[in-house]
Structure formats: structure tokens, C-alpha cells
């Protein structure tokens, strides 16, 4: 089963924008953190942005000022919004959620940045 469906990966020029999207399913709930990790082949696996149910938010630091993570309780879903985006920012996104039981992450949204 998927429990979380991310959306909006694509292809974009260095500068341009993207924003990710994802739901979790309604049978979720409890939901502490939620976020998104990114991972490009040969490097290492990054935590790039988190919210907590509160609003708190935290940034890798190579992303702060340029992507905005938001989320929306009632509806189960978190949102990143990634601007003047990188070559850099080439990865895999996922989306990751926290809950009592165990943690989630969907199966991931290409991002690729490149002119």
C-alpha cells in the first residue's frame, strides 16, 4: 500500500521553481513531523526541510531562503515550494511523515534542474 503520494517533480531551468506536493492517506494520523529528503545518485541522503504540527520549521542549510515547506493538518499534506532552484537540487525527493507508530516516506518525485 501506499501510504504517501508525492507530485510535482519535473524538469525546470537553474532559477526556475517547482512545488512539491504530498498527501498522506486519511487512515494516518497523530502526524508529527512532516518533510522532505532528497537523494542524488552518488551522494549521501539529506533531510531537507521539516515542520512540525505547530508550524515549526527547520532547512538544510544549503536550501534556507530558497525553499518553503508548509502543511496543512486537516488535510494530511505537506508542501514544498523550491525556489531559484540549482543543478544542485537534482534528486529524488520524498516525502516523509512521523507518526506514534513509525515513520513513512513515499516512493519519490524526480526534480531535475538543468538548462
Known amino acids: 500500500q501506499v501510504e504517501l503520494v508525492e507530485s510535482g517533480g519535473g524538469l525546470v531551468q537553474p532559477g526556475g521553481s517547482l512545488r512539491l506536493s504530498c498527501a498522506a492517506r486519511?487512515?494516518?494520523?497523530?502526524?508529527?513531523?512532516m518533510g522532505w529528503t532528497r537523494q542524488a545518485p552518488g551522494k549521501q541522503h539529506e533531510y531537507v526541510a521539516r515542520?512540525?504540527?505547530?508550524?515549526?520549521?527547520h532547512y538544510l542549510d544549503s536550501v534556507k531562503g530558497r525553499f518553503t515547506i508548509s502543511r496543512d493538518n486537516a488535510k494530511n499534506s505537506v508542501d514544498l515550494q523550491m525556489n531559484n532552484l540549482k543543478p544542485e537540487d537534482t534528486a529524488v525527493y520524498y516525502c516523509?511523515?512521523?507518526?506514534?507508530?513509525?515513520?513513512?516516506w513515499g516512493k519519490g518525485t524526480q526534480v531535475t534542474v538543468s538548462s
Open positions: 516523509w511523515v512521523n507518526t506514534p507508530v513509525r515513520d513513512y
Open positions: 486519511r487512515t494516518l494520523f497523530d502526524l508529527g513531523w
Open positions: 515542520i512540525t504540527a505547530g508550524g515549526e520549521t
